[in-house]
T-cell receptor, first 117, second 114 residues
Framework: NAGVMQNPRHLVRRRGQEARLRCSPM?????VYWYRQLPEEGLKFMVY????????ESGMPKERFSAEFPKEGPSILRIQQVVRGDSAAYFC???????????????FGPGTRLTVL | DQQVKQNSPSLSVQEGRISILNCDYT??????FLWYKKYPAEGPTFLIS?????DKNEDGRFTVFLNKSAKHLSLHIVPSQPGDSAVYFC?????????????FGKGTLLTVNP
């Protein structure tokens, strides 16, 4: 029973390049979340997606960042024209939709560590 | 503006003793809280949660206590084991609003010494 998969695990980019981070949710999960962890900080919510829909992108920087979760394939977090401040660990989580009284548990992937030179 | 605060960056305890990790929150809209455990180079793993309608939830060696009036929660691990050594994150959310938007603290590094 594979968990949430993220690749690459480590990504090095030079300033101005593009970074593409991929996330495959757990089997049967149709809800995906992206979080960013800057050094010495907690994880911060970026975006919530369902298949083919962005539900909430309130935590995403307005420029250079975009996310998608197509009908087929993994979710992609895309960062254009990376800057040094984008260096961080990016975690993806997924969940089922149970619709119960309690929020659905989010299961996290191992993260992608982005380093911008 | 930190809505979830874990004021102890680190904690060291002896194997077999109790570990108590603390967490404070400022957002009155939070009514559901979770603890996650994270090993280096891995993602956070869900440990235990508590709804604000309760003041205690227990799962094996892990117990979470919630004091709503003080806006404080704590995670107790009894007995502590060396394998519990990890970073522990407290997170809160508003289950009636964006009930997926976890707000995390900065984490506490727990070291359990054999």
């Amino acid at each position: 029973n594979a968990g949430v998969m993220q690749n690459p695990r480590h990504l090095v980019r030079r300033r101005g390049q593009e970074a593409r981070l991929r996330c495959s949710p757990m089997k049967g999960h149709s809800h995906v979340y992206w979080y960013r962890q800057l050094p010495e900080e907690g994880l911060k919510f970026m975006v919530y997606l369902q298949k083919e829909n962005i539900i909430d992108e309130s935590g995403m920087p307005k420029e250079r960042f975009s996310a998608e979760f197509p009908k087929e394939g993994p979710s992609i977090l895309r960062i254009q024209q990376v800057v040094r401040g984008d260096s961080a660990a990016y975690f993806c989580a997924s969940s089922l939709w149970k619709g119960g009284a309690n929020p659905d548990t989010q299961y996290f992937g191992p993260g992608t560590r982005l380093t911008v030179l | 503006d930190q809505q979830v605060k874990q004021n102890s960056p680190s904690l060291s305890v002896q194997e077999g003793r109790i570990s108590i990790l603390n967490c404070d929150y400022t957002n009155s809209m939070f009514d559901y809280f979770l603890w996650y455990k994270k090993y280096p180079a891995e993602g956070p793993t869900f440990l235990i949660s508590i709804s604000s309608i309760k003041d205690k939830n227990e799962d094996g060696r892990f117990t979470v206590f919630l004091n709503k009036s003080a806006k404080h929660l704590s995670l107790h691990i009894v007995p502590s084991q060396p394998g519990d050594s990890a970073v522990y994150f407290c997170a809160g959310l508003n289950s009636g609003g964006s009930n997926y938007k976890l707000t995390f603290g900065k984490g506490t590094l727990l070291t359990v010494n054999p």
